[in-house]
């Protein structure tokens, strides 16, 4: 599917123009619900939209769920539980592998040698992600087989609202705020059994949009972490890993840490998207000229007319 990407809207030129010239006419869906309980706050984003936003209030009808069904709501907490454990070892493990990866880097007696090592940590870390991801999409597999969330009336009938809603919109906008919350109500929703272009996301919408999610912030204020792959997304686009903020997140003036990235998460191309980037996906054809993505061989990496 052909989806427009955008960079962090702190000031929301890019999705003014984009919304203006992929979806001039007609009313809009929208998807804030990275937002949580500012869901609702979206006077700024319905004045980028024109005036056309159908808010579709996914966490508003997450909450509803809750309410009324009880037993899904409590399955779904002791779901959490098993996610946020999964979580917990794979960053343990993460640590470890990390660390073994800046011990092979600092020594250098041998290059050939550390070279060899060097390979064969970066696979150790990439099995380690297979394994959380597969271990997360394993658990979320056997959850819906049990609680069949598509056949429990509540969420049916929140589906079948937005999936009505929908049908008379243009196109659809997926905005940011807090990935892992967005990546759930879209599940719980089915939306990407209903989304049409034009699609248009930014930050955590863009996350949750590709095949992957990978958490990073190597400036946090409680101290640096590595980079995690928290779940798999709906897929919506192929072959990029999006990187908003990565100019506040990431030590992109270290080449060795960023070719360390591009090469950890390959075949994937790490996009970044700064605050006005606009990078419009097509189905397989290349990325377009000028986007910037994370180069394997350190630093960054412009594309060019080919």
């Known amino acids: 599917m052909n989806v427009t990407l955008l960079g962090p809207q702190r000031v929301a030129t890019a999705a003014r123009a984009a919304v203006r010239e992929l979806l001039p006419d007609g009313p809009i869906a929208a ?10 706050d979206d006077v700024e984003l319905g004045e980028v939209l024109g005036g056309r936003m159908r808010n ?9 769920v809750h309410d009324g069904d009880h037993e899904y709501s409590v399955a779904e907490r002791r779901l959490d539980d098993l996610l946020d454990e999964l979580q917990a070892l794979y960053v343990l493990r993460l640590q470890h592998a990390m660390a073994a990866i800046d011990a092979v880097r600092r020594r250098r ?10 390979d064969d940590s970066i696979a150790a870390v990439r099995a380690l992600d297979e394994w959380h991801l597969r271990a997360v999409r394993e658990t979320r597999a056997e959850f819906r087989a049990v609680f069949r969330p598509e056949e429990r009336p509540v969420i049916a009938q929140h589906r079948a609202e937005i999936e009505s809603i929908m049908s008379e919109c243009g196109g659809l906008i997926v905005a940011g ?4 919350v967005l990546l759930r109500t879209l599940r719980v ?16 919408g863009a996350m949750a949009l590709a095949e992957r999610v990978i958490l990073y912030h190597d ?3 409680q101290g640096p972490g590595h980079a995690e792959s928290y779940a798999e997304g709906l897929g919506t686009y192929k072959g990029v890993l999006p990187f908003p903020h990565a100019k506040r997140r990431l030590r992109l003036s270290d080449d060795d840490h960023v070719g360390l990235m591009a090469r950890r998460f ?8 700064a605050d006005g980037v606009r990078v419009d996906l097509v189905d397989d054809a290349p990325l377009p000229v000028g986007a910037r993505t994370m180069d394997p061989v350190g630093g960054i990496a412009t594309a060019e007319a080919t």
């Not at 209030?57 to 509803?64: I, P």
């Not at 929703?189 to 955590?204: E, N, Q, V, Y």
């Not at 390959?266 to 996009?271: E, G, H, R, V, Y």
Request: aromatic letters at 8%; hydrophobic letters at 45%.
């Open 31 to 40: 998807v804030n619900a990275g937002w949580e309980e500012r869901e609702c």
């Open 56 to 64: 579709l209030g996914l966490h508003r009808r997450w909450r509803e």
């Open 109 to 118: 007696e041998l290059p050939s040698v550390q070279q060899e090592a060097l």
């Open 177 to 180: 705020g807090h990935v892992g």
């Open 189 to 204: 929703f089915a939306l990407d059994k209903i989304m049409k272009p034009p699609l248009i996301a930014w930050s955590a």
């Open 219 to 221: 400036m946090a204020p």
């Open 266 to 273: 390959a075949p994937w191309k790490c996009l970044l998207l």
